[in-house]
């Protein structure tokens, strides 16, 4: 068979099959090309070692796996398979979800990874997969919004770390892959957003459950406490006054 | 068992008061939902990924004043219900707690009685036993009966249009619509048992409001407008339509101040007379 079917492609990362609705893999290598002073072009030298992105939306179905928790994780890299292919030194980057009135949660996790892959593409699947509880807007809230903002329309979180690979010579994958500057935001939209923003930041603490429909227990927390790095508000013809808060938090 | 209800068996009230004249019901609401496809399993289950909402159309006669017509404004939610039996024994329900007009058409033609038309757009919970036991107190009673029955006919029925030339020219047919769209705005919850949050926020109407007048007459002098007059200034006319009933009592109004001829028809046929069909729209904005 020439292509393969999505239910044939399971991603796996750290040994664990993810409720992924989509992914996406590449790798890129830096490639310069040589030219001699005669015009000609002598070679393509590599100026960085080959580097790819592993990304992908799921629904949370418990709590955040751990290799999945950008704040918790260490330096250490992770590996995992897509579609038959198998990767290593794999190094979570960011995550990031959106949750808006009555629209499902799909988290966004995207990782770092170095070298190049193996084995070749084969289809797999794990039937076990199938879950029963999957993150929705209908029951997940934020809490400690600014007093004045009565009613929240959506909100975001996010969180990043900074990643740099450090290679020795003669070697095309990094020995190690550092874990700096790690930050978490969050920006919720809402009907009032007063007046938040001093020169300093005025300080926030932002707590967000997410929930499954059907069930009265968190599936995960997320918190993100800092300051109000920015504020702004909107409008459009047909539309609502609608404000905004952004909360930067310095975990790292 | 397994007996029918008749429509003379079925009542629908607004806002606990019957209306009469109905001819036909259709409520109904769709749940908006989405798969859950994962890779490398396939099909897990649905899940919802819109608000809830329903829908309700209404065709009526009209042969006294439309309670429906007054919703056409800013926040104007109002319960419907209709209700069914067989015999003497109530069987059932089918309503709406807060329910929004979102458009209302009439037309009339020379011999008929005026035919209603109106969309509600349902926000909440839709089905059987929404109205509470207060709400639903008088439904079926008397003192739940509608307005008393004073049918229009031709001659209680009067349009007029100087630009057309109504006095000299007959107007044998007309339709006026006037769309109020509604625009739901919804908000997260603020804790998981925060069943609030399911109902929108705010619901409010879309402004500028639309009115779109059809008229058909029967052609004596009329003449036609050049189409490329609207280069120099769009053809604008006053178009007044008033419906009493047979005992003078006004039933329904329509005035539009400096309409927008937007379309013009021209026909005719061996078995009939020659015929001008305008189309006229109002747009009105926000009152304050």
Redesign the interface.
Known sequence: MAFLKYEDVLLKVAGESIFAQQASINVSTSLEPVRLIDGSIRRYAASNGARGTLSFSHYLTGSIASFLDVTGVAETSTNGSFGGLTFDNAYLKSMQFQVQPYAPILVESSFDFYGSFSNSISASHDVELAKDKYSHAIKSFVAGTPSNMNHTLSFSYAVNAARTPVYLAGETVPTRVTKEATNIQMTVQGDNIGTNINHGGAEANLRCSIFDINDSTALQNFHCSGRISQQELNVDQQGYLVGQISVIEADQ | MKNASLSYEQNFFVNGTGLSGVQSINGSYGINE?P???????Y??N??????EGEFTIQRTLINEDALLNMTGDNIAFSGVVTYKHGAVSTGSFGFHSGYLTSYSMSCEVGNLPSVSTNISVYGDLGPGILSASESLGLGTAAAADKTIEPPNAGTITISCDELQTSTNRIVSFSHEVNCPR?A??????????TK??LP?QVDS?YPIEETTNLTLEIDDYQTKNLYDYLTGVFTGKVDIDINGNNGTNLASFHLDDARLISESFSSDVNGVALANLTFINYTNRTR
């Open positions: 989405q859950i496809n994962i890779i490398g399993h396939g897990v289950n899940i919802i990924n819109q608000p809830l625009q705005v919804y908000a997260l919850p603020v804790s998981a048992s925060d949050a399911k926020v879309v």
